[in-house]
């Protein structure tokens, strides 16, 4: 996580999918789904924040860093902007993150649900 060129990626992958107010996009990097604020007016946005999983592979639901994700590669977020789902592609789950926070300062919450 960080901002400019201080923020490291491990493997982006995927799609990137924007909020619907337009000031987010989430992506899919390793095992991790984060998030860059791409709201500001200039061209210095103000980084990437992981709102949930991590380094490590896993399957695990919880709050940000303490879900598992295994190679994340799509994400959806629905109209409202409530929800984002995600194709965790090892795990052979579509994964739901609750998006109720302002994630690109909290934590995202992951369940898995069966569709």
Do not use: C, W
């Amino acid at each position: 996580d960080g901002g400019g060129t201080s923020a490291s990626l491990q493997s982006p992958s995927g799609g990137v999918a924007y909020t619907p107010d337009g000031k987010t996009v989430l992506f899919a990097d390793g095992h991790a789904i984060r998030a860059i604020d791409v709201a500001k007016t200039s061209y210095t946005y103000s980084g990437v924040t992981t709102v949930a999983g991590g380094d490590s592979p896993g399957y695990l639901d919880g709050h940000g860093t303490d879900a598992q994700f295994d190679s994340p590669v799509q994400i959806a977020i629905t109209l409202d902007g409530s929800k984002a789902f995600v194709a965790d592609y090892s795990n052979n789950k579509i994964r739901v993150m609750s998006l109720q926070n302002e994630f690109t300062r909290s934590p995202a919450s992951v369940v898995t649900r069966y569709l």
